[in-house]
C-alpha cells in the first residue's frame, strides 16, 4: 500500500494563489506517476495535472499557463502550484499516486483530499 499525506487547500480570493502538497509512503517504486485530481459538488472527479517519475507533464485545458506541477523524487512528493485561481477552480482536491503493481498492471492510491475554495 502507498499512504499519502496532501496539504496546503484553504480559502482564497479569485486571482490568489495556493500550494498544495502530497507526500507519498510506504510501498513507492521507482517508476510512477503523481498527480492531482478534483472534484466539485455534483461533478465527477478529474484530472487536474499528473507529473511521471521522468519529469513529464499534463495538464488539463482550463488549468494550463496557471498551474504548475512539480515533484521531489528524493521524497517522494509533488506539488501543485495553482496561480490566478478561479471561482470555477474550487473543489476538493485529490492526491493520486499511480505505480505498476504486475506486467501490465498500474495502481492508483488516493489521499483523502484537501478542500480548495476560490471566493469571486
Known amino acids: 500500500q502507498v499512504q499519502l499525506v496532501e496539504s496546503g487547500g484553504g480559502l482564497v480570493q479569485a486571482g490568489g494563489s495556493l500550494r498544495l502538497s502530497c507526500a507519498a509512503s510506504?510501498?513507492?517504486?521507482?517508476?510512477?506517476?503523481m498527480g492531482w485530481y478534483r472534484q466539485a459538488p455534483g461533478n465527477q472527479r478529474e484530472l487536474v495535472a499528473n507529473?511521471?517519475?521522468?519529469?513529464?507533464?499534463n495538464y488539463v485545458d482550463s488549468v494550463k499557463g496557471r498551474f504548475t506541477i512539480s515533484r521531489d523524487n528524493a521524497k517522494n512528493t509533488v506539488f501543485l502550484q495553482m496561480n490566478s485561481l478561479k471561482p470555477e477552480d474550487t473543489g476538493r482536491y485529490y492526491c493520486?499516486?499511480?505505480?505498476?503493481?504486475?506486467?501490465?498492471?498500474?495502481?492508483?492510491?488516493w489521499g483523502q483530499g484537501t478542500q480548495v475554495t476560490v471566493s469571486s
Open positions: 493520486n499516486y499511480r505505480r505498476p503493481t504486475g506486467a501490465t498492471i498500474w495502481s492508483d492510491y
Open positions: 510506504g510501498s513507492t517504486f521507482s517508476i510512477n506517476v
Open positions: 507529473i511521471g517519475s521522468g519529469g513529464r507533464t
